[in-house]
C-alpha cells in the first residue's frame, strides 16, 4: 500500500495520451467513477479541464482533462511542465496508430516518466503481444519486452485494472519525489473560457503550498485578483492546496494556456525572455493568398492548439472563445471569410442569418478532424486549379466607374458565371486576387446567372484592381465550403 509523504510531496498531475478512439476519455471516465469521494457528491464532476481523486489508499492523485496531446503539445510550447506523469493509451486490438506515435514523441520530447494503459483488453480480439512489438518499433519497451517501461492492461469499460493503474502512478510519484514549488510559482494555466455572466474563468492547478481567495496572480500576458475559486466537484472554495486544479474567477484578460501564475510581477520579466506571446483575440489579416478563417472555440486551450497547427495555411480573420454570433457571421461576410467552430453551438436566429447572408460554416468536436479537413482546403488553395473546378471563365473588356465603385465590363467565354461564386483575377497566367462575386447586371437589370458568350457587368464583393484584358475564372473547391 502506498501513501505519499504530503507533507514533502505533492500530488502527482497525470496527462492521458493517445489515439483518439483507443478509449482515453472512457479510461478517465472509469477512473472517476471508481471514486466514493465522487458519488457522496452526486457522482458529478464540474467540467473545468482537470479533476483529483483520492486512492484506496487515501493518496490524491490529479488528472488533466483536456482534448487530447494538442493541448498538452501547446502547454508544452510556453515551457509549462505542468504534468509529472503520461498515461499512452493504446488499444489492445488497434494498436499503435498515428496519433499513438506523436504522442510518443510528445511523452519523450516532455522527458517525463510514462505508463504504457493496453485498454480493451476484455475484448476477445485482443492482441497483447503484437501491441508490444508495435512499441518496440517506435522504441517504447516494455517490462518482460527488451526494456523497463510499465505496461498494465486495462478495461476502460469493465473497470478491470484501475485499482492497479491508480498503485503505480503512486508509485512512480514516490521514486520521482515530487516537491512542492517555491511560493512565487503558484501554478499552471491548463484552460480559460469566457463566460458571459461572469467573466473569465481560468483552471489553474495548484503547484504551490496554498491557493486564498484575495491573492493576487499574474502571468506574464495577464493577472487576477481570486475573487472566487470553484472546485472540480462544482463547490465554491476559500482555498486550494499543492496538486488541486480549480477555476478562478478575477481575470483581467485570458491567460494563456500553459502559463506558469506567479505571485509576483517580478517573476514575469525572466519567463518573457523565452516565452513567445501568442495573442488570444484579433489577429491580423497577412497580405499572403490564405483562406480566411474566423475561429470560435469552447475554451481557450482547444482555441490555443488549434490556432499553433493553423497559424501557418490560414488568415486568422478572429480567433476567440464563444458560440458562433451574429457579429461573426457579419463579419465574415465583408471579408470572404469561412467560420470555424470547435465544440461551439450555433443558434437558431445565427442560423438564420448565415443563411440571408450566404456565409459558409463549419463545426467539428474532434481537432484532427477540422484540422485535416482545412489542411486539405488550403493545399487545394495554393495549387494550380484543374480544369474540373473551373466553372467559367470572362475576359475584363471595360472598366466602368460609379462614384466610388468599380464596376467590371465582360464577356463570359466559357462555362458561366454566377452570383455568389468564388472567383480569381489572373492576368498573364499571374494571380492578382480572390474574391467573390457581389452581382451581376445585363443592361441595367440584375441577373442571377450569365452562360457562355453572354456580355454582363459584375461587382466584385471586395476591390480588386483590374483592367481590361484580366481574365476572371470562377471555381469550387473542397466541399468544407459548399
Not at 269 to 278: F, G, L, Q, R, V
Not at 345 to 356: E, F, M
Request: glycine residues 8%; hydrophobic residues 45%; contains cysteine.
Amino acid at each position: 500500500m502506498i501513501k505519499l509523504n504530503t507533507t514533502l510531496i505533492r500530488p502527482p498531475i497525470v496527462a492521458v495520451l493517445g489515439h483518439v478512439d483507443h478509449g482515453k476519455t472512457t479510461l478517465l471516465d472509469s477512473i472517476r467513477k471508481s471514486q466514493t469521494a465522487l458519488t457522496e457528491h452526486g457522482g458529478i464532476t464540474q467540467h473545468i479541464g482537470a479533476y483529483q481523486i483520492t486512492s484506496p489508499e487515501g493518496a490524491k492523485i490529479t488528472f488533466i482533462d483536456t482534448p487530447g496531446h494538442e493541448i498538452f503539445a501547446k502547454m508544452r510550447s510556453l515551457g509549462s511542465e505542468v504534468a509529472d506523469i503520461a498515461l499512452l493509451v493504446v488499444s489492445a486490438v488497434d494498436g499503435v496508430m498515428p496519433q499513438t506515435i506523436e504522442s510518443i514523441n510528445l511523452i519523450k520530447k516532455a522527458g517525463i516518466p510514462f505508463i504504457v494503459v493496453m485498454n480493451k483488453i476484455d475484448l476477445p480480439n485482443a492482441d497483447p503481444e503484437t501491441i508490444k512489438q508495435q512499441l518496440a518499433k517506435h522504441e517504447v519497451l516494455v517490462e518482460g519486452f527488451g526494456g523497463d517501461i510499465v505496461l498494465l492492461p486495462v478495461s476502460a469499460k469493465t473497470g478491470k485494472g484501475i485499482a492497479q493503474l491508480l498503485e503505480m502512478i503512486l508509485l512512480v510519484t514516490e521514486l520521482k519525489g515530487l516537491r512542492k514549488n517555491e511560493p512565487q510559482e503558484l501554478g499552471v494555466v491548463i484552460e480559460a473560457r469566457l463566460d458571459k455572466h461572469i467573466g473569465i474563468l481560468a483552471t489553474v492547478i495548484c503547484t504551490a503550498p496554498k491557493l486564498m481567495i484575495g491573492q493576487n496572480l499574474y502571468t506574464y500576458q495577464s493577472q487576477a485578483k481570486i475573487r472566487a475559486m470553484i472546485s472540480d466537484l462544482g463547490k465554491h472554495v476559500q482555498s486550494v492546496v499543492a496538486g488541486q486544479p480549480v477555476e478562478i474567477m478575477g481575470w483581467d484578460k485570458l491567460p494563456a494556456i500553459g502559463s506558469t501564475v506567479y505571485s509576483q510581477d517580478a517573476k514575469i520579466n525572466s519567463a518573457i525572455e523565452h516565452i513567445e506571446e501568442k495573442q488570444i483575440g484579433l489577429i491580423p489579416i497577412t497580405a499572403q493568398k490564405k483562406l480566411k478563417v474566423i475561429l470560435k472555440a469552447d475554451v481557450a486551450g482547444s482555441l490555443g492548439a488549434i490556432i499553433e497547427k493553423l497559424a501557418e495555411t490560414v488568415d486568422l480573420v478572429l480567433a476567440e472563445t464563444g458560440a458562433v454570433s451574429e457579429s461573426d457571421v457579419l463579419t465574415a461576410k465583408s471579408v470572404g471569410a469561412l467560420i470555424i467552430g470547435f465544440n461551439v453551438k450555433v443558434s437558431n436566429g445565427v442560423k438564420k442569418l448565415i443563411q440571408i447572408e450566404h456565409v459558409k460554416v463549419k463545426t467539428y468536436t474532434i481537432i484532427y478532424t477540422l484540422l485535416d479537413e482545412i489542411r486539405e482546403v488550403t493545399e487545394l488553395l495554393n495549387s494550380p486549379t484543374s480544369r474540373e473546378d473551373v466553372l467559367g471563365e470572362a475576359e475584363i473588356l471595360a472598366e466602368f466607374q460609379s462614384g466610388d465603385i468599380k464596376i467590371a465590363g465582360c464577356k463570359v467565354k466559357s462555362g458561366r458565371i454566377v452570383r455568389g461564386d468564388l472567383i480569381m483575377l489572373m492576368r498573364k497566367q499571374l494571380e492578382l486576387g480572390r474574391t467573390k462575386i457581389k452581382s451581376l447586371k445585363f443592361k441595367k437589370e440584375d441577373i442571377p446567372k450569365a452562360e457562355a458568350g453572354t456580355v454582363c457587368g459584375i461587382l466584385f464583393d471586395k476591390q480588386l484592381d483590374f483592367k481590361t484584358g484580366d481574365l476572371i475564372i470562377s471555381y469550387k473547391i473542397h466541399d468544407l465550403l459548399a
